[in-house]
């Protein structure tokens, strides 16, 4: 079973985070410098308008008869008044002496000179006030006189007028954010969208094909292709040394055991003293065990192969089963095994060939191999609804209070085989092939209690 590899998040959420955090700065950002912007717009509105109001009434101030005069002009004041319903204050004054106006309204702290104004932001009844402070010098009695005129406004109305144009910046930058958001999971959807396509392409690959990959790919996947194009060259090279190995072996292996026993076999009838004779029947068995589990496992190691890579094509169950009891009969009549095969319908199913031939043949080797001289073993196909089985029922004693399911693991024999060559892979052979095609291997004690019935269910495509 594979392990569930380790992960370091998300690359997909990752970028997002980052994308969406960047995105919530600059909205901050944002909201920040659209309202210092407008909130010094709005100052230097108010300030405007301040500064025309107190030059109004600068304009009104005169010298008549060796006095100052003043005549505050109804706009100068209303002005003010059609911008916001805030308080107006005003005052005009000498250096020593309040002409008109309020006379405790605060005095600037800065030094105004003469056609130049000064802002000041400064509490007056409670109140938090911006006033504007002008001075004009006139000539009063062949002298120099200053006059200083400040004219206030309570920010109650700028304040309310702020308060909108943070409402509507902060609207901004929620909007820009929203927008921003969803750019960046478009961005990184789109981002991520090359890898999610080389793997579809990858996984969308049948066992066999191990070509390199050819996709086109964002230059920083380039070291990522090919690297796994170097990894699949390595793999086939492999893959086709282990297939030419098992082919190899298989001919190197068998053919030399089988040339050793036949000329065991003849010698063991040139060979008369008893020992000698007995010796060689154990060279004898000692080779056929050799051969068997080389055969075997070399049976297996093809069965591992091909279950990744299954050639499916139409396969008659019937005809299958016949021609392999054809095969066998020989081997069969060597222990006066009577071997019948029943073909019912026409049951065809989809699959690899050589591999479903490689799990019956195991199954009938095991019977023929188990049973008792002189008895019988029952091969038949058959249909039911949507399943197509082939049964092999044999008079070899059956598996009465023995595991089923342990005797389909590897190197598993049963209690009855004791004395008998074997090399316990048989029936995991026919469980693997019979698993890759979908279907499932049936162990059971015969109806007649006196052998084993072993049936391979395959599923009808």
Not at 121 to 148: C, E, F, H, W
Not at 164 to 192: D, K
Not at 431 to 447: D, F, N, P, Q
């Amino acid at each position: 079973m594979n392990e569930p590899l380790q992960t370091s998040g998300s690359l997909r959420r990752r970028l997002m985070l980052q994308l969406v955090g960047s995105a919530a700065f600059l909205a901050t950002l944002l909201f920040f410098v659209v309202l210092g912007f407008a909130r010094d717009v709005a100052q230097q509105t108010h300030d405007s308008i301040l500064l025309a109001s107190a030059t109004s009434i600068m304009d009104s101030v005169s010298v008549q008869a060796d006095e100052i005069t003043v005549d505050i002009p109804y706009a100068a004041l209303s002005m003010l008044g059609n911008v916001s319903n805030d308080r107006v204050f005003y005052r005009v004054s000498t250096r020593d002496d309040v002409l008109t106006g309020y006379e405790n309204l605060p005095t600037t702290s800065q030094s105004v000179r003469s056609g130049h104004s000064a802002f000041d932001t400064l509490t007056y009844k409670g109140d938090s006030i911006r006033m504007v402070t002008s001075l004009r010098r006139l000539s009063l009695n062949g002298a120099p006189a200053d006059i200083i005129i400040s004219v206030a406004q309570t920010r109650e109305g700028q304040a309310a007028q702020l308060a909108q144009l943070s409402r509507s910046a902060m609207q901004l930058g929620l909007g820009f954010f929203l927008v921003a958001t969803i750019l960046a999971i478009w961005a990184a959807q789109s981002s991520i969208r090359p890898l999610k396509q080389l793997t579809e392409a990858v996984s969308r690959r049948g066992p066999k094909d191990l070509r390199p990959v050819q996709r086109p790919v964002p230059s920083e996947m380039i070291p990522l292709v090919s690297s796994l194009n170097r990894f699949i060259g390595r793999l086939r090279v492999s893959l086709t040394r282990s297939e030419d190995f098992i082919a190899e072996a298989a001919h190197r292996v068998r053919t030399p055991l089988a040339t050793v026993r036949t000329q065991a076999e003849i010698t063991l009838r040139r060979v008369d003293r008893a020992e000698n004779r007995a010796s060689l029947r154990e060279m004898i068995r000692a080779i056929d065990e050799s051969s068997r589990a080389a055969g075997q496992l070399l049976d297996h190691a093809m069965v591992t192969f091909r279950i990744d890579s299954l050639e499916r094509k139409a396969i008659d169950l019937t005809e299958l089963g016949r021609e392999l009891v054809d095969r066998l009969q020989p081997i069969a009549e060597l222990k006066d095994i009577d071997l019948h095969f029943f073909g019912s319908g026409n049951p065809k199913i989809t699959g690899d060939a050589i591999l479903i031939q490689n799990a019956v043949r195991n199954i009938l080797d095991n019977a023929i191999k188990y049973s008792p001289n002189e008895s019988a073993i029952q091969v038949s196909t058959r249909q039911n609804g949507n399943t197509a089985r082939i049964q092999v029922e044999d008079e070899a004693g059956g598996f009465v209070g023995m595991d089923t399911d342990a005797l389909t693991q590897r190197f598993t024999r049963g209690e009855n085989a004791a004395g008998t060559i074997g090399s316990g892979l048989g029936l995991t052979i026919a469980r693997e092939v019979v698993e890759a095609h979908g279907g499932v291997l049936i162990i059971e004690t015969s109806k007649t209690g006196t052998g084993a019935c072993v049936s391979l269910c395959f599923p009808l495509h």
